[in-house]
């Protein structure tokens, strides 16, 4: 009898950082267990870019059956997931105080007490979701990023969802260039003539010079796309429009640098931008 496949389940993943939300830096791995338990049950499981699908045929050893019928098997499929993007941890919340021994541990059986379709405890993956590597019975030759477990049962979604969310830093503009250290009355507004930044302050450089900087008055969250635009201004006064524009639209935040430059003692997370 020739194979039919339809879908069992669909995992998806995603991040708050990238405008259109799909996360494809993970890569999936399907434990030994697993593959006999695929193999054995007429399973499919194929990845794509921000997640994978798990499909069963319909007409698995000669004998039509339905997705129910699979569900009813109750089983248990595991996964790891290994990070491909080195820097998400720079633009990710929630992350582990220590990397090296700390795994995510995502699964369904919380969605399936509140039925809110996500492998995590909260809206996005967290703290509480991290484990100590040696919290799980089996021993990883390499360290995964996630263990990841899907546990059918009858009535299971037809698909979940691991979230995570962006960091949400305050932003600093560094004015690096002698040009711009002569501005007169500078500042930093929004598009729309908000002002987000406060007044200029002093930073040191690596090189021990002073310079000017803008602090936002509040954390906003990092990006992948121009979701803010601020500009660059000078002889700007409160309520009057009467300034002339330097830059028109400020770079974002590199989420590949760090910073190395002198500021004050303040538990703040600050995400630098040098304008030269």
Known sequence: MKSIFDTLVTI????????????????????????????????????????????????????????????????????????????????????????????????????????????????????????????????????????????????????????????????????VSDYLQQLKKPAIIGGDNGKVFGEPLKVTLPDNRQVSAFVSDNELSLAADAANVFQLVENYENGSSQYRVVIRALPRPDVRLISKIDFQSNPVNYSDILIH
């Open 12 to 175: 998806r993943f995603s991040h708050s950082y990238f405008g259109g939300g799909i996360f494809s830096g993970l890569n999936l791995n399907v434990r030994p267990q697993t593959v006999e338990s695929a193999k054995n049950m007429g399973l499919l499981i194929k990845p794509f870019s921000g997640g994978f699908i798990i499909l069963y045929d319909q007409a698995f050893g000669g004998t039509n059956r339905t997705r129910e019928d699979v569900l009813n098997e109750n089983l248990r499929l595991e996964f790891t997931l290994n990070l491909t993007d080195p820097h998400f941890y720079s633009y990710t919340a929630g992350l582990p105080r220590q990397i090296d021994n700390s795994v995510y541990y995502f699964n369904n059986s919380a969605s399936a007490q509140n039925d809110t379709g996500l492998l995590h405890k909260a809206e996005f993956a967290s703290e509480k979701d991290i484990y100590k590597v040696w919290y799980f019975k089996e021993r990883f030759f390499n360290k995964p990023f996630a263990k990841l477990d899907i546990t059918t049962y009858p009535g299971l979604k037809t698909e979940y969802f691991a979230r995570f969310q962006a960091i949400a830093t305050r932003w600093r503009y560094i004015l």
